[in-house]
């Protein structure tokens, strides 16, 4: 691993509205995000030395490509430079990650790292193709595919050789709607019960409609700055301290193991060692919960329960707000909803806030350190960060 001497700080964070953005446009969200973020670290445009941005599908989903470009002209950062970070679900924690590495490496001062998606200008049909272009295409989307096929794949061999139960995946979503009704940014605002989810609609057995994150517009962003600058420009920076990322075999086929995300396994190994930290260090996370039984399988990769157990360690209430630790205050992607390319940096954006003490009704007590995770497709890609007060 490279020994980068440069300590790496947040000193503005900037989120949108998340849903069904209808009178937004991709450029719209694009400048909303970037702004919030500039105003809330008190610096100057000018001030900033490029830009690192994850979107999945802009050409797909509004027939823009060329993004960079775009983020740069309508986030009045013109004429520095710009880099588009794809990288499926894990776009936007790829893009923190690069803006991470520009600092610590020593190449900028001052970066922006942000996230956008506008996936609600298509309809459901050509929505489900962009993001099924995470998957093996040869392999798995031309036989139809999708991803709550994957996901039902890896939730029925969860409950086969662990016993996971339906119930147990349900209480994911329960627990993040109760978070996300207390999140004022979040797609759905609104707690649901167990029998709410038990009963919708199954989408790809054994997972239901209230097992899925929904299809999002939003944007984020974060300006990360040196330690030299994070002084001058902010009294409580939040301290960027690990960074892990891995990939897996795009194809489930391929994998020893369905229910081990390999991706998150060691990106997480990289970013403790990295961070000087250990999963007991944890105060509380934001997890890559585009279905439940993700969320199920993440923690357990984590390392904050033993495989198998993630289930029954939801059930006993240790994931809830007041829980040994907490996962996804925010609400999470089934809540707070999942515009792929922001995902990641707005998981940033809650540890951030629960950081700072300014998260509200859903903050955490005495929050010291926290981790997001942010997986691309089925596992194919991961990037983990440690964050820091």
Same mark, same amino acid.
């Given at each position: 691993m490279a020994n980068f001497k440069k300590e790496v700080a947040i000193i503005g964070i900037g989120l949108t509205q998340f849903g069904e953005l209808w009178d937004k446009s991709f450029r719209s969200l694009i400048a909303e995000a970037g702004n919030k973020a500039i105003i809330d670290a008190e610096i100057k445009p000018?001030?900033?030395? @490029?830009?690192? /941005?994850?979107?999945?599908s802009g050409g797909l989903f509004i027939k823009q490509e060329h993004l960079a470009s775009l983020a740069m002209d309508h986030g009045a950062l013109l004429p520095m430079p710009a880099m588009r970070i794809e990288s499926a679900c894990s776009s936007g924690g790829q893009a923190l990650r #690069?803006?991470?590495?520009?600092?610590?490496? @020593?190449?900028?001062?001052?970066?922006? #790292? /942000? @996230?956008?998606?506008?996936?609600?200008d298509v309809l459901t049909g050509p929505t489900t193709e962009a993001l099924a272009t995470a998957a093996d295409q040869e392999?798995?989307?031309?036989? /139809?595919?999708?991803?709550?096929?994957e996901y039902a794949l890896i939730a029925r061999r969860h409950m086969n050789d662990y016993g996971t139960t339906e119930e147990q995946m349900a209480q994911v979503a329960v627990k993040n709607h109760y978070n996300g009704a207390r999140n004022p940014n979040a797609q759905y605002q609104k707690e649901i019960t167990l029998e709410t989810v038990m009963k919708s609609t199954k989408v790809a057995d054994p997972l239901k409609l209230f097992d899925c994150s929904p299809i999002t517009d939003g944007a984020a962003a974060?300006?990360?700055?040196? #330690?030299?600058?994070?002084?001058?420009?902010?009294?409580?920076?939040?301290?960027?301290? @690990?960074?892990?990322?891995?990939?897996?075999?795009?194809?489930?086929?391929d994998r020893d193991d369905l229910t081990t995300l390999k991706a998150t396994v060691v990106?997480?190994?990289s970013a403790y060692k990295h961070a000087g930290v250990t999963q007991k260090d944890i105060d509380m996370a934001e997890v890559h919960d585009c279905f439940t039984i993700a969320e199920i399988c993440a923690?357990?990769?984590l390392g904050f329960c033993k495989k198998g157990e993630g289930g029954k360690f939801t059930e006993q209430g240790h994931t809830s707000l007041t829980g040994d630790i907490p996962i996804n205050t925010s609400g999470g992607l089934k809540s707070k909803g999942h515009p792929v390319g922001a995902t990641g940096i707005a998981q940033a954006v809650e540890i951030v806030l629960q950081l700072r003490g300014d998260a509200g009704k859903r903050q955490v007590k005495n929050a010291e350190i926290g981790l997001t995770h942010n997986v691309g497709g089925s596992g194919g890609s991961c990037a983990v960060h440690i964050f820091s007060r």
């Open positions: 000018d001030q900033i030395d @490029g830009l690192f /941005g994850g979107n999945m #690069a803006g991470y590495m520009a600092i610590k490496s @020593g190449l900028h001062e001052v970066v922006v #790292a /942000g @996230g956008v998606e506008k996936m609600t392999w798995e989307a031309f036989y /139809g595919v999708t991803f709550p096929g974060v300006i990360l700055a040196s #330690a030299e600058n994070a002084k001058e420009f902010c009294d409580n920076p939040i301290w960027l301290v @690990g960074s892990g990322a891995a990939t897996d075999t795009l194809a489930l086929h990106a997480a190994q923690i357990e990769d």
